[in-house]
C-alpha cells in the first residue's frame, strides 16, 4: 500500500458476522450529534449492528447524524476509531458509570429497552 494510504492502517475489517451482547461493557459509545455528520462510516463497522440514524423528525435537517442504542453497544470502540479515520470527531467512549450518571441511564446486561432505563427526568 503506498505511503499515502497509512492513515487507512488503522481502520478495523468489517465484522464477520452480527452477534449480541453477552454483558454490560465497561465502556459505552456516544454520538455528539452536533458533530455527527450522518455519513454513516460508522454503521457497516459495529459489530453488533447498534448504530442507526436519529429519526428525522428530531432535526430538520437533510441527513440526520447517527445514534447508538445504549443497551446494545459493547463497547469496542471500533465506531469511534472509524469515525476518527473516515470521517470526523463524533464519538467518544465513556466509562459506563460516567455514562449512567451524566445522562441518567441505567445500562444492563440484556438488550431491552434498546437505549437503556432512564433513571432520572
Not at 12 to 35: Q, T
Not at 104 to 113: E, F, N, R, V
Request: hydrophobic fraction near 35%; charge should be negative.
Amino acid at each position: 500500500m503506498p505511503a499515502a494510504y497509512d492513515h487507512y492502517k488503522k481502520i478495523p475489517n468489517l465484522p464477520a458476522k452480527i452477534s449480541s451482547k453477552k454483558k454490560k461493557p465497561k465502556i459505552v459509545a456516544l454520538v455528539d450529534e452536533d458533530n455527527c455528520t450522518g455519513c454513516q462510516a460508522c454503521v457497516p463497522f459495529c459489530p453488533v449492528d447498534c448504530i442507526e440514524l436519529v429519526p428525522r423528525e428530531k432535526y430538520d435537517t437533510p441527513i440526520p447524524p447517527v445514534q447508538i442504542r445504549f443497551n446494545e453497544c459493547i463497547g469496542c470502540s471500533i465506531c469511534a476509531h472509524v469515525c476518527e479515520q473516515l470521517a470526523w470527531f463524533a464519538i467518544d467512549m465513556l466509562k459506563v458509570p460516567e455514562f449512567e450518571a451524566d445522562y441518567g441511564i441505567q445500562l444492563t446486561d440484556t438488550m431491552d429497552p434498546p437505549y437503556g432505563v432512564v433513571t432520572a427526568e
